[in-house]
């Protein structure tokens, strides 16, 4: 696995090695020089020394973290009264108080050594420039080293607030010094931490010339002052745990979608930032186990698999899940599809090993898809999507996991376009509907009608459904626009019901639809909506759609049934269904493409194919239609053949909703007889 190497330039590295020396070597001086200055001293100080001396040190014990912050080093409170020391009594105390702070602190933090070295040169630096505007202030000694001691005055705001400043702006400057080393430029890491700790900074600084108030009046005032803190310290807290919560999935505790999306975003926000990998894995049993032991075991099943997966991984890559049995995975420093593939093997082998729960062995498999950045894209939607694609192919192809490779996505270059322009054609009512009969072979039923999806673009005019369905497939559009045909078909057939036409409709729904939960719940709210019966809907699929993913497909295919819509097998014969799953299948009608229907007089062997279809669907239970008939001879051998229904431009081709309307009227209403229509050959 390859991390690049990070090329810092060298200008770059030279103010890195500066602020470092800077920093250890001159703040360590000041720190070796005060320990012998304030020697002498250290046994003449008042009680007031000593009490804000302990809050320094408690101060730096608890941090105050704030919202938003990565930083687990936050605010430190102890700021305040280290300037307080400073104002009262020169610049050595502080600088030892501050030292002692923070090396005990950092100590019982585990913080590395070199941090610690660090970060103390860079605190006693911080001071000693705070120090200097106090000393241009005529007050190199302190209040307490003026003979006749001073006390603060409303003017003394005049220096105070600029020492704050300055402090400020050395400190951040320090820091952003030697932020180098993670590939961010100085100025931008100085401006992000200026704006990002500037209110809890001035909060704290602002408190300074209270505690040297307090000190004047009497030390038994200070501590006092712990009751505000605290009041900053605990709504910090607070504001941290529910960010916390807002950005962590209360189960397993793993970042949520929003956490990942934002990491994403800053990290390609960087200019020439660091490649990384994008995984998207989604588990490919783990429906069944919710509903064959319950939930709860579902819920410890998947902290299980949170865990594993974790595990797996190195210390730097984020393990998100995005809901359901979604995770998702940030590989930082990942180049290379080979490097990605090494490590969703890791995964994938660590998920293997079954899982023993509840006294059952539970095995799972994940499907994974992998994204790649810079080199498939720098738009996080964009990678988010690729990787979403590679994974359903990998579902599809039972392949474990695929790389994205563009070549294979429908929706790559100028498709883009198109698929953000079908995003504002559903909303803005750019679809309609055509719908095309399907009428009864043997006796004269009412006929149905099939909706079928028409796009009129403004720009490019009418847009065939096979172009931009298997773009909506693999954009996660799919549910939209199904739900569109779903909402608009009910409607027309609701219209038609008021006029006093009862006619059945039928809709297709494509592989995207049947995997997620969200076609039954689309269908039921639809039928509700306009008041209709479930028997007046009939959902089309074709046998592509059950080969990726077995069990959830039932799932949805159960509940749809439970709910009374009827299911229809579409183009059927090209496809591969073993007859193991027709027998499963909650399916009552099987559509035989029309390619063998168009050509079933002509082409010899297809007479016999939809013969054995037809005598299948029979013996099965289910009925058979004809799609495609195109010509009488076609139709009369059909009916001969014992087939039920027919659709074909024999009969009509699709229509608009209006001459939808009058073909029904014609063909049901005043007491035509439809077969004789039709067998007069009237199309
Ligand atoms: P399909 O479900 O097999 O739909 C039948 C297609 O055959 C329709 O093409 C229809 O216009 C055409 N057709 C009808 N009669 C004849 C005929 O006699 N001869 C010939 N050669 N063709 C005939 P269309 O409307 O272009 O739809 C193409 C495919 O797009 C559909 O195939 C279906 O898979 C998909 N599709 C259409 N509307 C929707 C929709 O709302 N949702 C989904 N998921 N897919 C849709
Ligand atoms: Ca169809
Ligand atoms: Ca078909």
Request: proline share 5%; with cysteine; glycine share 6%.
């Amino acid at each position: 696995m390859s991390r690049r190497p990070e090329r810092p330039s060298l200008a770059r590295w030279s103010l890195f090695s500066v602020t470092w020396h800077l920093s250890v070597w001159g703040g360590w001086a000041l720190v070796v020089a005060a320990a012998f200055l304030v020697q002498p001293d250290i046994g003449v100080m008042p009680v007031s020394f000593w009490v804000i001396a302990a809050l320094v040190l408690l101060g730096e014990l608890r941090p105050v973290r704030t919202a938003g912050s990565f930083d687990p080093q936050g605010v430190v409170t102890s700021t305040a009264f280290v300037f307080a020391i400073m104002y009262l009594w020169g610049l050595w105390p502080a600088i030892l108080l501050q030292a002692g702070a923070t090396v005990v602190s950092e100590t019982a933090q585990r913080k590395e050594h070199w941090k610690l070295f660090f970060n103390v040169g860079q605190y006693c630096l911080s001071i000693l420039a705070a120090w200097l505007v106090m000393a241009a202030a005529g007050l190199p000694e302190g209040l307490h080293g003026t003979t006749p001691a001073r006390e603060l005055v409303g003017t003394d705001l005049f220096w105070l607030v600029p020492t704050w400043l300055v402090w400020y702006l050395v400190n951040n400057a320090l820091v952003s010094g030697v932020s180098g080393d993670e590939g961010v430029s100085f100025r931008a890491a100085f401006v992000e931490d200026f704006w990002y700790y500037i209110f809890t900074t001035a909060a704290v600084c602002a408190l300074s010339p209270l505690v040297v108030l307090a000190a004047e009046a009497s030390a038994w005032y200070i501590p006092l002052l712990l009751v505000p803190m605290f009041a900053v310290h605990k709504t910090a807290r607070i504001s941290l745990d529910e960010q916390h919560k807002a950005l962590h999935d209360s189960l397993t505790g793993l970042p949520n979608r929003k956490l990942l999306l934002r990491q994403l975003e800053t990290t390609v926000a960087r200019p020439g930032h660091e490649p990384f990998a994008l995984a998207l894995l989604d588990l490919d049993r783990f429906k069944e186990v919710n509903d064959t032991l319950g939930h709860h075991v579902g819920d410890q099943l998947l902290e299980l698999v949170a865990r594993r997966i974790t595990g797996a991984l190195r210390p730097d890559d984020v393990v998100a899940r995005l809901g359901g049995d979604e995770f998702a995975i940030f590989l930082p420093g990942v180049e290379h599809g080979a490097d990605a593939v090494e490590i969703a093997q890791r995964v994938r082998g660590a998920l293997e090993e079954p899982f023993h729960l509840e006294d059952v062995l539970l095995e799972l498999e994940a499907s994974i898809g992998i994204t790649l950045s810079p080199q498939h894209g720098d738009d996080v939607e964009q990678l988010m999507r690729g990787a979403d694609v590679a994974m359903y192919l990998a579902k599809e192809l039972h392949a474990d996991l695929e790389v994205y490779d563009p070549t294979r996505d429908h929706n790559s270059t100028d498709r883009l376009g198109l698929l953000a322009a079908l995003r504002r054609a559903i909303d803005n009512d750019e679809l309609e509907l055509h719908y095309q009969p399907i009428v009864d072979l043997q006796g004269d039923e009412t006929p149905r009608v099939e909706a079928l999806v028409r796009w009129n673009h403004p720009q490019r005019g009418f847009i065939p459904p096979d172009e931009f369905i298997p773009l909506a497939e693999t954009s996660g559009l799919m549910h939209r626009l199904t739900a569109f045909v779903i909402d608009t078909a009910l409607g027309q057939v609701a219209e038609w019901r008021r006029m006093g036409l009862v006619t059945e409709v039928a809709v297709n729904v494509s592989a995207r639809d049947l995997h997620g939960s969200e076609l039954a719940r689309t269908v039921s709210e639809a039928l509700a909506k306009h008041r209709l019966p479930a028997a007046l809907l009939k959902l089309e699929l074709t046998e592509r759609t059950l080969t990726a993913d077995h069990s959830r497909v039932l799932d949805t295919l159960e509940a749809l049934e439970a709910m009374d819509v009827s299911l229809s097998l579409d183009d059927f014969g090209t496809g591969f269904s073993s007859m193991f799953m027709l027998k499963r299948l909650p399916v009552s009608e099987l559509k035989v493409d029309r390619s063998f229907v168009t050509s079933l007089t002509t082409v010899e062997g297809d007479l016999s194919i939809v013969r054995t279809i037809i005598d299948l669907a029979h013996s099965l239970g289910m009925t058979a239609v004809a799609e495609g008939v195109e010509t009488k001879d076609v139709w009369d051998a059909l009916r001969s053949l014992g087939c039920d229904t027919a659709q074909g431009w024999f009969v009509s081709r699709p229509m608009a909703a209006e001459q939808a309307t009058a073909w029904l009227f014609a063909n049901v209403g005043d007491g035509r007889p439809l077969h004789l229509v039709r067998d007069a050959g009237i199309a």
